[in-house]
T-cell receptor, first 113, second 114 residues
Framework: EPEVTQTPSHQVTQMGQEVILRCVPI?????FYWYRQILGQKVEFLVS????????KSEIFDDQFSVERPDGSNFTLKIRSTKLEDSAMYFC???????????FGPGTRLTVL | QQQVKQSPQSLIVQKGGISIINCAYE??????FPWYQQFPGKGPALLIA?????SEKKEGRFTISFNKSAKQFSLHIMDSQPGDSATYFC?????????????FGAGTILRVKS
């Protein structure tokens, strides 16, 4: 069964450093999402991406965040200058062209020290 | 209005019992209500989903009951098993031209005692 993959599984970084989280969506899925989950809390929407542009973003997704699909396969989330409060699990999700089932990747645990 | 409220926060059920988790929403534009199951260290996985034009959907031991007028929906796990022990999230979304974000409830930690 096709699945969403994410790398790295765990990223440790110093406050103020840039990080890039990577996702490989399911083939032929065209809608892409990033969500985050702070430890013990609910999953929160960050951004959705379709046709090479952001279609919606949340209040969390400020100027420090950016997304792109540089090579037509990987979908990346960049945090320019990490803060302690960015420590969380970051999940990529993808959606088929029709239907509503979003498939989630296993997540990247980001730890900001 | 974008919130989905979920209860209880945690639930302990004996093996073979029925687990019931409830969710409520405000935004009547929501038209898709999935339940996700999450094991520690893993991403959420879709368990079962319902649209507001039906009042109940059953898949194996899992049933969603949907009450459109009350704006509530619930997950029932029949014959609960220790392997069902996980965190369960309800969610809601509305169909949009360029995809649909999921709004999640706070989650319920289910423990099934053998």
């Amino acid at each position: 069964e096709p699945e969403v993959t994410q790398t790295p599984s765990h990223q440790v970084t110093q406050m103020g450093q840039e990080v890039i989280l990577r996702c490989v969506p399911i083939s032929n899925h065209l809608y892409f999402y990033w969500y985050r989950q702070i430890l013990g809390q609910k999953v929160e929407f960050l951004v959705s991406f379709y046709n090479n542009e952001i279609s919606e973003k949340s209040e969390i997704f400020d100027d420090q965040f950016s997304v792109e699909r540089p090579d037509g396969s990987n979908f990346t989330l960049k945090i320019r200058s990490t803060k302690l409060e960015d420590s969380a699990m970051y999940f990529c999700a993808t959606l088929r062209t029709s239907g509503n089932e979003q498939f989630f990747g296993p997540g990247t645990r980001l730890t900001v020290l | 209005q974008q919130q989905v409220k979920q209860s209880p926060q945690s639930l302990i059920v004996q093996k073979g019992g029925i687990s019931i988790i409830n969710c409520a929403y405000e935004n009547t534009a929501f038209d898709y209500f999935p339940w996700y199951q999450q094991f520690p260290g893993k991403g959420p996985a879709l368990l079962i989903a319902i649209r507001p034009d039906v009042s109940e959907k059953k898949e194996g031991r899992f049933t969603i009951s949907f009450n459109k007028s009350a704006k509530q929906f619930s997950l029932h796990i029949m014959d609960s098993q220790p392997g069902d022990s996980a965190t369960y999230f309800c969610a809601a979304s509305m169909r949009r031209e360029y995809g649909n974000k999921l709004v999640f409830g706070a989650g319920t930690i289910l423990r099934v005692k053998s």
